[in-house]
């Protein structure tokens, strides 16, 4: 990471170092994504040019796109009032920024009130996930 990073100093990273990540369709305003960055994530994004998050799962810094080749090239990055969210405007390579092949990873909407509402699938799958990852 740049030591040099006077620009870091704003962010408001949790007790584990990180953010949330807002992607957004640069062109269209689509909220395609939530993820984690964390200071070397944030640092590698300005530095290339591409989305770079911090993958919980596997604790190790995840460049999007690195399996998929779906890469998130960023137009943008904003920094919410309190600090604590950033936003990335990308353009989003092949149009899918969802694992399970989709465009955007809310896809899933709520149908119904209260006790009979149900979770719907409601954009469609532009790519078997399976050929995506192999």
Same mark, same amino acid.
Not at 9 to 28: E, H, N, R, S, Y
Not at 97 to 109: D, E, L, N, Q, W
């Given at each position: 990471? &740049? ?23 640069? &062109? &269209? ?88 509402? &149900? ?16």
């Amino acid at each position: 990471m &740049t030591q040099n990073s006077p620009w870091l100093d704003a962010i408001q990273f949790d007790d584990k170092g990180l953010i949330p990540a807002i992607a957004q369709d640069a &062109t &269209t305003g689509k909220v395609l994504m939530v993820a984690w960055m964390n200071a070397e994530a944030l640092d590698e994004t300005v530095a290339t040019g591409q989305a770079v998050y911090w993958s919980r799962s596997r604790q190790r810094l995840w460049r999007k796109g690195e399996e998929s080749g779906h890469v998130q090239v960023v137009h943008e990055i904003r920094l919410d009032c309190d600090g604590d969210v950033v936003l990335l405007k990308v353009k989003q390579e092949g149009n899918i920024a969802c694992h399970t092949g989709r465009a955007s990873c809310f896809y899933r909407r709520l149908d119904g009130t209260s006790s009979k509402a &149900t979770w719907a699938a409601v954009d469609p799958i532009l790519k078997d996930p399976e050929l995506i990852y192999k």
